[in-house]
């Protein structure tokens, strides 16, 4: 029986069962399973650099050096032309300038508040049209899209995050991230194992694991490029309810005794201490069982459509078709009825080894059409 999981797969699981049964079990590779986002490539920048932060290597550099030597790793592994890098950089410059006029309050909402969120404001896309950044953003996303073979994201009710917008969020981030002192770092974007009882074990990437006056640290990041941190998202967080359970025997350190949530965006952090013994932590074993027991509810059952909207799989699972795997494989369900009938009719309905057959032929898709061609292969043979 399966006990050890990818902390992706328990998350999946939890976002909707049915989810989980079309990317792992029935391997819809069809389907284009959670793309990379220009959205992800600023956390990744700076977990990157982090990772080079904790070797010890370039003293001398600054985080946010680091951030964006990352990056131009990147852009020349993909062959981006120096053109574009110029102005990539150029873009960075000008909205750091019109971005912090914002963030330092010297321009301020009409009541006297700060702005939270920038870009939600009309003044700051005036500035940015006015700049000429926003056809600047244009131009670079043409010439980086591709090679870095990842899809646009849209933020809500901000809209398109271009790369132009990574790469300048990966550096405010850098600039926001309190660096803890080297010696305390005992790794960095790294797997670590969570034990979660009853054998299941669940690996997790911690993005920084500290050793310090307070014990085993762990760190999460929240890195969706918004501004607005709600610390209560900091309980919330299956990241961090999982790392919580490390006993950081691999690092020869002891368990985890508390997890830093950090918010990238806003610079902000909240340190939880009881996430091992919630009622939460008991969720990982919860889901991991129902994958063991092969328990699978599609997410449409609720009635809540929101997020089967955004669901790669939503072309299996609001098809017309009432049983989404029919829709995936037509002709399995009919084949799979067939052998029951037929097992009933021969006295075997019961037998386990038959009930275990129906299922795996469900999950590999055989259709009839599969199993003509096999018999009379097997015919032409004889
Ligand atoms: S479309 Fe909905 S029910 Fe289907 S796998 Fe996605 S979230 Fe689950």
Redesign the pocket.
Known sequence: MKEHFAFEEIQDYL??S??YY?KYRAKMESLSWAPLTTADLPGEAVAQALGVFATGQHPEMSFRELVRAVWATWMKQKRIGADTVTMLLGYEALRGQIMSEFLSGKIKKKGGKHYVEPRLSSRYRQMIEHAGLLAAAEQIEAHMLEPFGVSPAELELIGPYRMADAYADSLLMADRYPLPEREEVIAANTDVVAKSGAGIEITVRAKLLLQGGSGTTAVVHLDEPVFYFDATWAGRNLEAIALSLHDGQAHGVGDVSQVVVRHLMSGQAVARRQLRTSRLSLSLLHAARGIQADLYL???LSGD?T??RK????I???DQKED?IEAAYPGTLSWSERVVLASEKAGMSGDPALRDLVQALAETAVSTQDLARFMSGRDDAA
């Open positions: 976002s909707c049915l989810l079309l599609p997410q449409f459509f997020r089967c669901c790669p799989a939503a299996v699972c609001l989404p």
